[in-house]
Structures are given as C-alpha cells and as structure tokens.
C-alpha cells in the first residue's frame, strides 16, 4: 500500500534540444513564406499549378480583412471557423504567397485530407479474437463500472444504429453531407460502427463482442465519407460542434481514430489547437497514433511516425498492442504499425498508453468494409480490424470506465476529473510491456505502458477530487498492483509529461499540472529532483521546453540520439540516394526505415 511519500522525479536519459520548426528557414524564404506549413511552402517554392486547400488563421481581429481579401480573389469560403479565427478555401500557390505577405495573415495550413487508422488484410482469415476477454484483460470484473452516463463522441465515418447500442445512441450529426445538421444516423464505410462497438457495444447482436464501456452514450458526428476519408476543416468543425454543445448532448469524450502527416509544430496546427480547446473546455479527447510504425515495403521500424492530431499535447494518444486472444498480459506485444515518437517538430514522447488495437472483433455496418474484406466478416454483424483507431476506441471506453468510478466516488459537488488527470491516472497505472527477448519497449513506442483500466478505476475511486491544488487528494490507500487472469502486476507508476519522464506519487496530490487549463507537457515543477546516472545532458538551459528526456534505452540507430526541427530527417538504412529526403512529407511510401539515421549529409552510427 502506498499512502504517502516524497514527489520525486527521476530523470533518466536526456538528449539535444529542440528548436521551433519557424525559427530555421532556407535564406530565400520570406518572412511571409514562413507563415506556411511545410506541405503549402513546398506547392509556393514548387510553383504548383494546382489549387491548395488551406486552413486560414488570421490574427485577432482580423478575419473580416482576410475574408474581403479572398473575395477580391474570387476565392469561395467553404468553410468558417470561429473558435480558431480561421476559414478554409482554395489557393493557387501565387494567392497563397500573396496571402502569407498580408499582415493581418497569422498562418496558413493545409486543409490536409484525413483518414481512419483502421489496417484490414486481405490476404489472411483471421481466427476469430476472444473478445469476451477484452473487459478482463483491461483488469475489469463484472463488478467494475461500465461507463454509465458517460458521453462518447465519436468523430468518424458515421455509426449504423443497432440493438448494441439501443437506447444510447444520442444524436447524430453529418458534416459531409448535410453540413453539420441532424440527421438519421447511418455508416456508408463501417469504420466508426466498428469504433462505436469496441466502445460501448451491449453484446446483443453477440454476446462474445462487447465493449469496455457498455453502458456509455454514444453521438456520432460524420466527418469520413463512404471510402473513410474526409478533409481537416470537417473534422475541426464537428469538435467545434462537440464544445459548444458539451452540455447539450452530455458530451464527456471525443474519440478521434483518424488523422494525417504532421506538417507543422503542434501551436500552429489548426487541428490540434481544436483539440487542445476540446480539452479546455473540459472534454477529454482520445486520439489515435497512426499505423506508420514499420515500412510498408520492408517491414523494419521506424520512429517519429506520429500523425496529427496524435501530436496535441493534452490528448490522450493511444497506440495499439496484441492481446493475442488471452486475458493474461505475459503474451501481449506491440504491434509493429503502431506509430512511435517522438512527435515531428516538437519533440514530444508519444503515444501516450498502449491499448489493444490488433484482431479486434467488433460491430459493423454491411458497406464499404463489410462489402471489400469479405474474409474478415465474423458473421453477418460483425468483422475483425486492427489498428491505433482501435486501440482509441478501447481507451475512450477506458476513460467513460474511469469517469463514472470517479463520479460514484464524489458528489456531484466535487470537480471532474480534468484530461490532465485522467491522462496521469491512466498513465500511473500502465503495465510496462517487453519483447519477447524480455526487453522493455522504450518509452516512444509505448508511452507509459499498456493500459490497465482496473488499475485506473482503483485509483480513480481514491481521489477526492475537492481537495484543494497542492493537497494530498488520495482518500484511501491503494495497491499499486493489479490482479489479472491471476497474475499480479506491477503498475508504471510513471508519467511521460511531454519531454520529461515523471516518477513517484505525483498522481496522488492535487498537481497544478492536472488543472484544466494546463497544456500537458508545459513546465511543471515537479517536487525535488533525483538526477541518477551519469547522463544527464541539459541542453543550453535556455529554457525548460528545450530539454528532452526520452526515458530508458532508447536506441536510435546504433547509439543514444537526439530530436531536431523537423527537417531533413532521413531514418533507415543509409544510401546515396536517401540523403535528399524531406522531412516534410511524412507518409508510410516516403519514410526511410531501418536502423542508422542520416542527419543532414551526416550519418550518425
């Protein structure tokens, strides 16, 4: 039983330092042209001929300006966003140059397509996953909450209402095809139905495919059309959507199992600054990593695969594992799509938690995944995918699991428990995961751990959330192990806060940290420092967010290396014709994998 004891943090790798992505530029780049992303930069230098979709922030109080700017173009406004002081249209690369020289033009992003991060296979029929096991292997009993009165969003191809769902299913609304309007919900893909189903399916269409959280709400929100594809400016409309009718729809979480490249450092990204204003606004977003985590061409890992908006700091990112079909976690491993920090950029450690997310069997609509996998069908109303996208989907589960404990737990006097928080619990409670060599996985592949929602719901229960910042707010003791098909296991107790690792009872106290309008990964002072070893490497000291602390044993290449802005980053193995790749155009063709890296013209062994 742990009670009480020192904060401590334990620092024990760190590497070079950062730098903002908008601070090294070409010596013939502009001072407009370093508005834009990288994926918008290139079609302006590239001279492109084809018209740019963009994400246009202006900068306060300057949205009126550019939208007559744009009409003067005769650019069409398709989309506007308030939240951001943004609006999405199309650009030639002159306009976007012309643009980017305004000074009421605060950054121009593109309105970059997005897709779901589901992996189906069409050369294999899969045995059909116990998913009867799932709740246990999460650490639940039939005596652990279910998600009672928590509210999913679930922001994706759609969901296809069923007898799973019956009398939970909220809302629906449409941002493909009916501009964000109520509607009769349906699914024209199967992707978000699959989600819906790992999330809070009741097990009436098959008892042996029920959800972590089976008695939560769902409300779909369409952004992903029949092929599973969709645009940004979608995407960020439906969460602008999920704040400002939080109250509405009982609104608790947004599962977010889709993405695209990271073009841009996270505080420019207009994607992940509609996520981190979900999470302001007291939702807690779940996100997936992305399935870049190995070259689709020869099968060797690769790092810094993270896609947007897996990079916001404050979303819970999940990457995905193997359950192998069992309940005990002895067998469990990572499964090698499953995207690995750092994030592009800004250097962060990601995914967050690791969940299970391969050869999961769950609900679907008969539409386009049912229709071109046949071999994947588990019946008539149900198919197996793999992916980070349900992986999120499990831990959206996990997070209505840990709210409603929370809840039975405090009046309804007390505070929710803020993102921030849940992150940490969730994080505080993982199961470290090893190889089958009985290595740990490192800290960018697996976060914290795997996620262990019994734990999580132990500790959720403990915390009396009205205790003051800065007070001791666990109420009772609690055992930082968790008994699962038999097996006692060790929680983390460790949370990746950013750049930094963070060790001890940091989750027990009232943090400044946890509060709702923190950024997870801003700088913290956590308690008294413990230095161990004799690797410590700070950097220049300029500031606290240019230090970066990997964790342990994290290999790149053949020996310890560090992170920089973004550019010119080339992973794998070494060849002449490899040293030109940009680090701007991240996608599962263009990364180069392997095990040396190329820095610049420099190879690193």
């Not at 989600?195 to 042996?208: H, K, N, R, T, Y």
């Amino acid at each position: 039983m742990i009670r009480n004891c020192r904060f401590t943090v334990l620092i024990l790798l760190a590497v070079l330092t950062v730098t903002s992505p908008r601070s090294v530029f070409a010596a013939n780049e502009t001072a407009g042209q370093r508005k834009l992303d990288r994926a918008l930069l290139t079609a302006v230098q590239t001279k492109s001929a084809k018209p740019q979709p963009v994400i246009i922030r202006a900068k306060a109080g300057q949205l009126g300006a550019v939208r007559n700017w744009l009409k003067a173009q005769g650019a069409v406004v398709e989309s506007e966003h308030p939240a951001l002081n943004a609006l999405s249209t199309k650009l030639s690369s002159d306009q976007l140059s012309q643009l980017a020289d305004l000074v009421e033009t605060d950054t121009l992003s593109l309105n970059a397509p997005v897709t779901g991060f589901a992996a189906p296979s069409k050369t294999t029929t899969p045995t059909p996953p116990a998913l009867t096991v799932l709740r246990s292997t999460l650490g639940l009993t039939s005596a652990s909450p279910t998600g009672k009165g928590i509210g999913i969003a679930i922001i994706d191809t759609g969901v296809e209402p069923s007898a799973d769902l019956q009398g939970r299913f909220t809302a629906f609304y449409d941002f493909v095809n009916n501009g964000g309007k109520f509607t009769s919900a349906y699914d024209d893909n199967g992707h978000g139905t699959h989600l819906a189903g790992l999330i809070a399916g009741s097990g009436a269409l098959g008892s042996a495919y029920t959800g972590v959280a089976p008695d939560a709400r769902i409300i779909g929100l369409k952004v992903l059309n029949a092929q599973g594809a969709g645009k940004t400016s979608d995407v960020i409309n439906a969460i602008s959507f999920a704040i400002a009718n939080k109250a509405l729809l009982g609104i608790d979480v947004i599962n977010l199992s889709l993405g695209h490249p990271i073009y841009e450092a996270a505080a420019t990204d207009p994607l992940v600054q509609a996520v981190e204003a979900a999470s302001r606004a007291g939702i807690i977003v779940v996100t997936a990593a992305g399935n870049v985590g190995v070259s689709p061409v020869t099968g060797l890992p690769g790092y810094a695969g993270i896609t947007s908006p897996g990079n916001s700091p404050s979303a819970i990112t999940a990457g995905a594992f193997d359950h192998k079909g069992t309940a005990g976690r002895g067998d469990d491993r990572l499964s090698p799509y499953s995207s690995a920090g750092p994030t592009w950029y800004d250097g962060l450690v990601k995914p967050d938690i690791v969940a299970p997310g391969h050869r999961l069997g769950s609900d679907v609509s008969h539409a386009t995944l049912y229709n071109s996998y046949p071999t994947l069908r588990l019946d008539t109303n149900h198919m197996v995918l793999s992916g980070t996208s349900m992986a999120a989907a499990v831990t959206s589960g996990a997070v209505a699991v840990v709210l409603e404990a929370s809840r039975a737990a405090n009046d309804s006097a007390r505070p929710a428990l803020t993102a921030n928080a849940v992150k940490a619990l969730l994080q505080f409670t993982a199961l470290r995961m090893h190889d089958d060599l009985g290595a740990d996985y490192d800290a960018l592949r697996q976060g914290a751990g795997a996620l262990n929602v019994g734990g999580a719901v132990d500790l959720a229960k403990a915390i009396d959330t009205s205790v003051p910042v800065g007070g001791w707010w666990l109420a009772s003791g609690v055992n930082t192990f968790t008994t699962i098909d038999g097996q006692s296991l060790a929680w983390s107790q460790n949370i990746v806060w950013g750049t930094n690792i963070v060790w001890g009872t940091t989750v027990f106290a009232n943090q400044p940290a946890w509060a709702q309008n923190i950024v997870w990964g801003t700088n913290i002072v956590w308690g008294t420092m413990a230095m161990e070893g004799d690797n410590i490497v700070w950097g220049t000291m300029a500031k606290e967010g240019d230090n970066i602390v990997w964790g342990t044993n994290i290999v790149w290449g053949t020996g310890l290396i560090g992170f920089t802005n973004g550019m010119n980053i080339v992973w794998g193995t070494v060849g002449p014709d490899q040293l030109s790749t940009a680090w701007g155009t991240l996608s599962a063709a263009n990364i180069v994998w392997g095990t040396n890296l190329v820095w610049g013209a420099t190879v690193l062994q």
